[in-house]
T-cell receptor, first 109, second 113 residues
Framework: GQQVQQSPTSLVLQEGENAELQCNFS?????MQWFYQRPGGSLISVFY???GTKQSGRLTSTTVIKERRSSLHISSSQITDSGTYLC???????????FGQGTKLSIKP | GPKVLQIPSHQIIDMGQMVTLNCDPV?????FYWYKQILGQQMEFLVN????????KSKLFKDQFSVERPDGSYFTLKIQPTALEDSAVYFC???????????FGHGTKLSVL
């Protein structure tokens, strides 16, 4: 089965609403990253978050390693936030990332 | 943030030919990676590379695949010969250490006809 489960699969929101994306891991892990993938395909690292809470502007990531989960919160969403958000885990800190299927976020005006 | 450059952005090639994908990693990074994403599917690990050697490769890293970084120049992925199922976007990544954040390039879309 899937080692990295992301939910929801897709999310449609009105501009200004908050988004909450979840990532659950079926095995122990050492670290994880959140990525944003543009519709054109390029991959941008959003957070490297082995544990705890990190914030960057309107984005907040919270990882609880012992509970094998991470969340990404986007406040006051904007149309330009639309795209696919991927989470990935690294079990042994060797850069061998295992990715989830992604959450497709669509922000409507 | 740090940039990983990939050249070319798109490559179209006939089945059976050789192709080399080029990656210019972040300048002080020591660990390099290739990932593969077939259209509409999950991103998957291919190989990692450190100190001139492959550390680990996945089952997707077929015998036709090879990687190298001669004399600190481009980190390359060579496929010889190519097959139809090699069509995908190939992402290069690099990191300072094995337990550090990975930075990805924009990908090379490979179309094998």
């Amino acid at each position: 089965g899937q080692q990295v489960q992301q939910s929801p699969t897709s999310l449609v929101l009105q501009e200004g609403e908050n988004a909450e994306l979840q990532c659950n891991f079926s095995t122990s892990l050492n670290s994880m990253q959140w990525f944003y993938q543009r519709p054109g395909g390029s991959l941008i690292s959003v957070f490297y978050n082995p544990s705890g809470t990190k914030q960057s502007g309107r984005l907040t990531s919270t990882t609880v390693i012992k509970e094998r989960r991470s969340s990404l919160h986007i406040s006051s969403s904007q149309i330009t936030d639309s795209g696919t958000y991927l989470c990935a885990m690294d079990r042994y800190n060797q850069g061998k990332l295992i990715f989830g299927q992604g959450t497709k976020l669509s922000i409507k005006p | 943030g740090p940039k990983v450059l990939q050249i070319p952005s798109h490559q179209i090639i006939d089945m059976g030919q050789m192709v080399t994908l080029n990656c210019d990693p972040v300048s002080n990074h020591l660990y390099f990676y290739w990932y593969k994403q077939i259209l509409g599917q999950q991103m998957e690990f291919l190989v990692n590379f450190y100190n001139g050697k492959v550390m680990e490769k996945s089952k997707l890293f077929k015998d036709q695949f090879s990687v190298e970084r001669p004399d600190g120049s481009y980190f390359t992925l060579k496929i010889q010969p190519t097959a139809l199922e090699d069509s995908a976007v190939y992402f290069c990544a690099s990191s300072l250490g094995g337990n550090e954040r990975l930075f990805f390039g924009h990908g090379t879309k490979l179309s094998v006809l």
